[in-house]
């Protein structure tokens, strides 16, 4: 019988280990996650602190433009950064400076924690779960619409030890200093933000990955306000601004006969509507729908008989049903023509793959279901696996959680706004 010698064993056990992982989904310690390092702080800025106390508001709709590296890297720093750095000292304080807290970043591209000692931003999971931080946040639309999403979380323990009975308050109170400094930093950058108190502990930890000792605190969703009106004085009234002047938006929300997701024909025609568009529902027969969750839809308008002319966006609701339009041609032809026309033109959940079947997301950026992502790749789309991803006027959701999102994302590319 052959003898192994103890290296050899060991490299059979961690080859052993690897492919078990492989085989059961269980990430490796060795990953991909990145390290971002930050640009340093600015120091100053256009706004006084009188001025961002005066306008900071609770603000809970969003454009959906994104946030980029530098601006997170303020957000971060206003509420963790180290002033003084001999001794730790940090931009908010902490009893008996032991810093019981850990800020988490929700973007668009992925999940970071920020390390204030490097000043950096390591990157914990490589998607987007702002949609799923909503979930967990009672469905709140403002954490899933946020530029980011902010998780403050704290460990009692780490303050236990010295403060006993007095470390649970002592770990709130840092938080609510940390949380008033992002959002005043927010109204520094000329972004809005709102603070979120109710949530699923349990959800969030879970969504953010958090470590056993950590609890989610507070999260403060930061983004683009959907508007920025002018200030209006006593002897001069705000203008009438170019939105106000535009006329209504008209969409159509083609859907399948029957077995359509209902959150993702409801959710979105609900935000469109609140932001002032017209939407109607269009499908291959009048009358009721039926979804999957068993909602009743109304469709006024036949798939044949649709003229692409009288829209300014077409958006096609996933859902099981929606495999009826996968290779039906005047589906295809419908979203090709929206998209040679310049209209807006959306997907969500499975209806991606209509877009991929009608040659229109080839060198996007698109996101879909997860079982779609191989049509969408050979259809020559980039695929992202974000909530949403907006490429021009091309946008598409990957399902029923993200379908608050995408409907914003729809509204903001009505009316051109990224």
Same mark, same amino acid.
């Given at each position: 019988?052959?003898?192994?010698?103890? +290296?050899? =064993?060991?490299?059979?056990?961690?080859?052993?280990?690897?492919?078990?992982?492989?085989?059961?989904?269980?990430?490796?310690?060795?990953?991909? !996650?990145?390290?971002?390092?930050?640009?340093?702080?600015?120091?100053? /800025? +256009?706004?006084? !602190?009188?001025?961002?106390? $005066?306008?900071?508001?609770? %603000?809970?709709?969003?454009?959906?433009?994104?946030?980029?590296?530098?601006?997170?890297?303020? &957000?971060?720093?206003?509420?963790?950064?180290?002033?003084?750095?001999?001794?730790?000292?940090? #931009? $908010?304080?902490?009893?008996?400076?032991?810093?019981?807290?850990?800020?988490?970043?929700?973007? @668009?591209?992925?999940?970071?924690?920020? @390390?204030?000692? /490097?000043?950096?931003?390591?990157?914990? &999971?490589?998607?987007?779960?702002? $949609?799923?931080?909503?979930?967990?946040? &009672?469905?709140?639309?403002?954490?899933?619409?946020?530029?980011?999403?902010?998780?403050?979380?704290?460990?009692?323990?780490?303050?236990?030890?010295?403060?006993? *009975? *007095?470390?649970?308050?002592? =770990?709130?109170?840092?938080?609510? @200093?940390?949380?008033?400094?992002?959002?005043?930093?927010?109204?520094?950058?000329?972004?809005?933000?709102?603070?979120?108190?109710?949530?699923?502990?349990?959800?969030?930890?879970?969504?953010?990955?958090?470590?056993?000792?950590?609890?989610?605190?507070?999260?403060?969703?930061?983004?683009? +306000? #959907?508007?920025?009106?002018? *200030?209006?004085? %006593?002897?001069q009234k705000r203008p009438v601004t170019q939105l106000q002047k535009r006329r209504t938006k008209k969409v159509v929300l083609i859907v399948a006969r029957e077995n359509f997701r209902d959150e993702e024909l409801f959710q979105t025609r609900n935000v469109l509507t609140q932001a002032g568009a017209e939407t109607v529902v269009a499908s291959t027969k009048k009358g009721a729908i039926r979804g999957m969750l068993g909602g009743l839809g109304n469709a006024e308008v036949l798939v044949s008989e649709l003229n692409v002319d009288d829209y300014d966006g077409v958006i096609f609701v996933g859902g099981i049903?929606?495999?009826?339009?996968?290779?039906? @041609? =005047?589906?295809?032809?419908?979203?090709?023509?929206?998209?040679?026309?310049?209209?807006?033109?959306?997907?969500?959940?499975? $209806?991606?793959?209509?877009?991929?079947?009608?040659?229109? &997301?080839? /060198? !996007?950026?698109?996101?879909?279901?997860?079982?779609?992502?191989?049509?969408?790749?050979?259809? /020559?789309?980039?695929?992202?696996?974000?909530? %949403?991803?907006?490429?021009?006027?091309?946008?598409?959701?990957?399902?029923?959680?993200?379908? #608050? =999102?995408?409907? *914003?994302?729809?509204?903001?590319?009505?009316?051109?706004?990224?």
């Amino acid at each position: 019988m052959k003898r192994f010698t103890i +290296p050899a =064993m060991l490299l059979c056990f961690f080859a052993v280990v690897c492919v078990a992982q492989q085989r059961s989904g269980t990430p490796s310690r060795v990953s991909k !996650l990145r390290i971002i390092q930050l640009a340093e702080p600015k120091l100053t /800025g +256009p706004v006084s !602190l009188e001025q961002a106390l $005066a306008e900071r508001r609770s %603000v809970r709709e969003f454009a959906s433009r994104q946030l980029d590296f530098a601006q997170v890297g303020q &957000l971060a720093w206003s509420g963790q950064g180290i002033t003084e750095k001999e001794k730790g000292f940090r #931009t $908010a304080p902490s009893a008996g400076a032991l810093y019981p807290i850990e800020l988490y970043f929700a973007t @668009h591209e992925s999940l970071f924690v920020y @390390h204030p000692q /490097g000043h950096s931003l390591e990157e914990v &999971l490589n998607k987007d779960i702002r $949609a799923r931080l909503a979930a967990a946040a &009672l469905n709140q639309r403002a954490v899933a619409g946020a530029g980011c999403d902010v998780i403050i979380a704290g460990s009692v323990k780490k303050l236990a030890r010295k403060y006993d *009975k *007095k470390a649970r308050r002592y =770990m709130l109170l840092e938080a609510g @200093h940390i949380a008033q400094n992002i959002q005043l930093q927010a109204v520094s950058l000329g972004l809005a933000s709102v603070p979120i108190g109710a949530f699923d502990i349990s959800q969030v930890r879970k969504v953010c990955r958090l470590q056993k000792a950590f609890e989610p605190l507070y999260i403060i969703s930061v983004g683009y +306000p #959907t508007a920025h009106p002018p *200030k209006e004085t %006593v002897e001069q009234k705000r203008p009438v601004t170019q939105l106000q002047k535009r006329r209504t938006k008209k969409v159509v929300l083609i859907v399948a006969r029957e077995n359509f997701r209902d959150e993702e024909l409801f959710q979105t025609r609900n935000v469109l509507t609140q932001a002032g568009a017209e939407t109607v529902v269009a499908s291959t027969k009048k009358g009721a729908i039926r979804g999957m969750l068993g909602g009743l839809g109304n469709a006024e308008v036949l798939v044949s008989e649709l003229n692409v002319d009288d829209y300014d966006g077409v958006i096609f609701v996933g859902g099981i049903g929606a495999k009826e339009y996968f290779n039906n @041609h =005047m589906a295809l032809s419908i979203a090709r023509q929206a998209k040679e026309k310049g209209k807006v033109l959306g997907a969500i959940c499975i $209806a991606p793959t209509i877009l991929a079947n009608a040659g229109v &997301l080839k /060198g !996007l950026r698109a996101t879909s279901y997860p079982s779609q992502q191989g049509s969408l790749i050979r259809a /020559g789309a980039r695929y992202t696996g974000n909530a %949403v991803e907006r490429d021009g006027l091309v946008i598409t959701g990957i399902g029923p959680e993200a379908a #608050t =999102m995408f409907g *914003k994302a729809v509204s903001d590319a009505l009316i051109g706004r990224y």
